[in-house]
């Protein structure tokens, strides 16, 4: 009914304006033809002015602190296919967003230490095992077999295996990277997370849990903001993200307790910080390995 009664006049304002020109008479118009509507009609015609006005306000506003982020909390391990290099990535930050071994990719892939890539190349991202290639003049000459009756019998001491060592002695100098306390743990249940999140501030310090080498600087890893990855050794790599600032560059050496960035909230909803330890690619409990506090 509303439709039908506020289409006529629109057009009608159409036709009159032309005919008596000036927006004064339209006005005049207008004010006769709301005489004419119900009070019904009326109440239609305002609510359809002030929703539209509401929905064109809405659609303009931005509201950051609504925006949904998407935390990558489980990679998820890719064992095919490829991977093309772009600026400003590494070997390393391939390795951890593909849960993978660096050095695993590094043999696949015919890289060599110090593991430069370039942007353009593309790294295979198969899970076969590395078989070095043999040729014929590498191949060692075949040694002849001892006859048992040559060989004396020598009696030897059986050898004793050494005590297993744990995870937190494989690897000493673990430090806590944050002072903020624990907010969400490491699970390997449904919600998954590869590391520990750490409460902080903005602006407050993120030190590096152990002395090693920045292997990555950067925030090309979706869902980690400003990230740093740290090489400990051959097995141990730790990683420390939604920094604000960043202090260190790839290629830097740094100590165990050095101020590597601060707390931030980039790739996340709010200041904390996000830290993973993980040997030969595979993320464990960061727990095992921090002091006890």
């Not at 709301?34 to 009326?42: G, L, R, T, V, W």
């Not at 306000?57 to 490829?82: F, I, M, N, Q, Y």
């Not at 000459?141 to 060989?151: E, G, H």
């Amino acid at each position: 009914m509303f439709i039908f009664i506020i289409i006529p006049i629109i057009d009608n304002f159409l036709q009159k304006s032309d005919e008596v020109g000036g927006v004064d008479k339209v006005l005049s118009l207008w004010k006769a033809a709301q005489i004419k509507m119900s009070d019904c009609s009326k109440k239609m015609l305002f609510l359809l002015f002030t929703g539209a006005v509401t929905l064109f306000v809405a659609g303009c506003s931005h509201d950051p602190s609504r925006v949904v982020v998407k935390e990558l909390r489980s990679p998820p391990k890719v064992t095919s296919g490829s991977h093309r290099v772009v600026t400003g990535e590494t070997l390393y930050s391939i390795a951890w967003s593909y849960g993978r071994d660096f050095k695993e990719l590094a043999r696949n892939n015919g890289i060599r230490s110090p593991y430069t890539i370039y942007p353009g190349q593309r790294i295979n991202l198969s899970a076969r095992k590395y078989y070095p290639l043999v040729t014929a003049k590498s191949t060692p000459p075949k040694k002849k077999p001892i006859r048992p009756s040559v060989v004396k019998p020598v009696n030897k001491p059986t050898p004793v295996s050494p005590p297993r060592k744990s995870p937190t002695a494989a690897f000493n100098g673990w430090q806590w990277p944050a002072k903020g306390k624990v907010v969400a743990a490491y699970s390997t249940r449904s919600p998954v997370n590869k590391g520990i999140d750490i409460s902080g501030k903005l602006g407050e310090p993120v030190k590096a849990a152990a002395n090693g080498e920045v292997v990555y600087a950067g925030s090309d890893l979706s869902g980690y903001g400003r990230l740093i990855i740290l090489k400990h050794n051959s097995s141990y790599l730790s990683a420390y993200a939604h920094n604000k600032d960043l202090f260190v560059s790839e290629g830097d050496s740094v100590k165990a307790g050095q101020k590597i960035a601060e707390i931030g909230s980039t790739g996340t909803t709010e200041p904390k910080l996000h830290f993973e330890i993980r040997r030969d690619g595979k993320p464990v409990d960061p727990m095992g390995f921090l002091p006890k506090r």
